[in-house]
């Protein structure tokens, strides 16, 4: 089981990675490519102390192979959720299960976008794993909206246990898309429904269905992890970066303003001493 599962390698994520390999903890990455980062296209940073007129190019690097080389393990994936097995947490990172003893969340600002009716819905027939809750949704109709490509996965998951299955795309290109899944281009504008989903409205054209599948580039932080606390958009935490939910962290700017590198990285390394003690509290 990985001692500390750090979600999300930007800044935050990989300064506490390498402060919990500093407390002799075995760490986990999970993250997406590392020029998906925010960081990346900054062409300079020029207020990280010590490392004047860096491209965020070259600064993002360095932190990552330090915290390669110092002993992380990289997953490049997207997690699309996280479990609470009581003392000890189920990560689902594009379908493979990985068992971790604490979670640092670093997952960036919140960009995701919603539609009307989709947070609403969470858990009542919108979801945004298709692997996670598609066996509920069997031999019943469902949509998926497709942010990204592994939006057709998702379709074609769903397609293959039995859904019926239409797919959104909102990109131009499909890749591959089972025959069996309806394709209708256009606009998600809501989801309808009270207790539960009942449909959604495409293109201005109300459509009955079952649940809606979102795949998106980033996820509300509330589909992400069940029962997490968030205030105005941001993780809740106190000065220990802890969340609500005992052994789990999180840090950088998916905890809230200012968004800045030495934020993050003060926070990461504040979240990964909270864990590791956490771990060790544990082991008494
Ligand atoms: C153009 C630009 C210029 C900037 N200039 C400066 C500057 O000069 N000085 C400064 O201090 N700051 C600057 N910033 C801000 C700085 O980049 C951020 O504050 C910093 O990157 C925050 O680090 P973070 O680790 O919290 O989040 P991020 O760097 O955003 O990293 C979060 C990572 O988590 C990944 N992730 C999210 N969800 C998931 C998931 N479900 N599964 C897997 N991975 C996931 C994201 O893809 C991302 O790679 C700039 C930002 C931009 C865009």
Redesign the pocket.
């Known amino acids: 089981m990985i001692d500390v599962a750090v979600?999300?390698?930007?800044?935050?994520?990989l300064s506490a990675a390498v402060s919990a390999l500093q407390r002799n903890k075995s760490v986990t990455i999970?993250?997406?490519s590392i020029d998906?980062?925010?960081?990346f296209?900054?062409k300079e940073?020029?207020?990280?102390l010590g490392m004047p007129n860096m491209t965020?190019e070259d600064m993002l690097n360095a932190f990552f192979s330090h915290a390669i080389n110092k002993g992380a393990e990289f997953k490049e994936?997207?997690?699309s959720q996280i479990l609470s097995m009581g003392d000890y947490f189920m990560i689902n990172a594009e379908n493979e299960f990985f068992e971790a003893k604490t979670i640092i969340l670093?997952?960036?600002?919140n960009k995701s976008r919603t539609i009307k009716g989709e947070e609403e819905l969470i858990g009542k027939g919108v979801s945004y794993c298709a692997t996670c809750d598609g066996m509920l949704y069997r031999n019943k109709d469902v949509f998926v909206v497709g942010e990204t490509t592994e939006g057709e996965a998702e379709a074609n998951y769903l397609a293959s246990i039995g859904c019926n299955v239409s797919y959104i795309p909102l990109y131009k290109d499909l890749i591959h898309i089972d025959d069996k899944v309806n394709i209708i281009r256009g606009k998600a504008k809501s989801v309808l429904g009270n207790e539960y989903v009942e449909g959604i409205v495409v293109n201005g054209e109300e459509k009955q269905c079952n649940a809606v599948f979102f795949a998106k580039k980033?996820?509300p932080v509330a589909s992400?992890m069940f029962g997490l606390e968030t205030e105005n958009n941001s993780i809740k935490v106190d000065r220990n970066m802890c969340t609500n939910i005992t052994g789990v962290y999180a840090c950088?700017?998916?905890t809230g303003a200012p968004?800045?590198?030495?934020k993050?990285v003060g926070e990461g390394l504040v979240a990964a001493l909270s864990a590791a003690k956490y771990i060790e509290d544990n082991q008494k």
């Open positions: 979600i999300g390698a930007g800044p935050g994520g999970f993250g997406r998906s980062g925010l960081l296209s900054a940073v020029d207020n990280y965020g994936c997207r997690v670093a997952l960036g600002v980033t996820m992400l950088g700017d998916c968004f800045q590198v030495s993050a």
